[in-house]
């Protein structure tokens, strides 16, 4: 590993490691809460509808949305850095992977809402 890259190492593990620890909590607490809450409500003797937090059509395109954009930032990224580096236009290329999955979400909700509203 070159030398350059060891500090690098250092600062993701670092950092990385404890943010996706804190993440993973939250998450796990947010669905603890939810679960207790469902239970609480089952408990009283409310029925409670088992169906998703959102639709499907707002699902697929807030994965478009998420896949859209950070393709778009990874090509931008590595097109700006092949301005020092050439060889990360060849990096920046493989953003059109997540670009067309994301346009396949965006296609996705397009037939799925078409399809509730028929």
């Known amino acids: 590993m070159p030398d350059n890259m060891i500090g690098f190492a250092a600062v ?4 990385g490691f404890p943010i996706a620890a804190v993440w993973a909590w939250a998450w796990q607490r947010g669905r603890k809460f939810r679960s207790d809450e469902r239970t609480a409500a089952i408990a009283r003797g409310v029925t409670i509808p ?34 020092w580096e050439p060889d990360a236009a060849e990096a920046a290329v493989l953003g059109i992977i997540p670009f067309v999955i994301g346009v396949g979400f965006f296609v996705d909700a397009y037939l799925v809402h078409r399809e509730v509203r028929a």
């Not at 993701?12 to 950092?15: C, N, P, R, S, T």
């Not at 949305?65 to 700006?80: D, E, R």
């Open 50 to 83: 088992f169906e998703a937090d959102l639709p499907p059509s707002s699902v697929s395109r807030r994965s478009g949305i998420l896949l859209v954009a950070a393709a778009i930032g990874y090509s931008l990224t590595f097109g700006l850095l092949a301005h």
């Open 12 to 15: 993701v593990l670092a950092l």
